[in-house]
């Protein structure tokens, strides 16, 4: 009888997702090649952070969240722009292109609303 191996299934998907993500963009065209490894990169930590999510409750499935959020927002930019580009101006991201909003300043504030309420459970008796 051969011994149970619970995480074979989370090996192999990281074993495939890793794959995919770190070979992927070598197939694809070189005007997108770029937005191709963003969003494949983006969810091969999407899966890493789902795990992390799933080990852990509290605090770190919050951190996981947040983080979460921003790489699903990387994935599915690119993934959009890849299937019908928007202009974006030099230094502009393209999510906040495409959502006309500075991004990086709404994920800045959340990361710091986040960290303070953390500070401040630690702080509290």
């Known amino acids: 009888m051969k011994p149970a191996r619970p995480h074979r299934s ?19 065209r070189p005007d997108i090649a770029a937005d191709v490894w963003n969003a494949s990169q983006a969810s091969l930590c999407l899966l890493l952070l789902g795990m992390v999510a799933l080990a852990y409750p509290g605090w770190p499935r919050a951190v996981c969240a947040l983080l979460s959020s921003w790489q699903a927002l990387a994935a599915g930019c690119s993934v959009a722009w890849i299937v019908k580009p928007w202009p974006v101006q030099p230094g ?33 008796p």
């Open 10 to 28: 989370w090996a192999i998907a990281l074993l495939l997702v890793g794959g995919a993500a770190g070979l992927g963009y070598h197939h694809a």
């Open 92 to 124: 502009q991201s393209q999510c906040s292109a495409a959502l006309d909003l500075p991004i990086t300043a709404v994920g800045a504030f959340l990361l710091v609303v986040l960290a303070l309420q953390l500070d401040t459970e630690r702080s509290t």
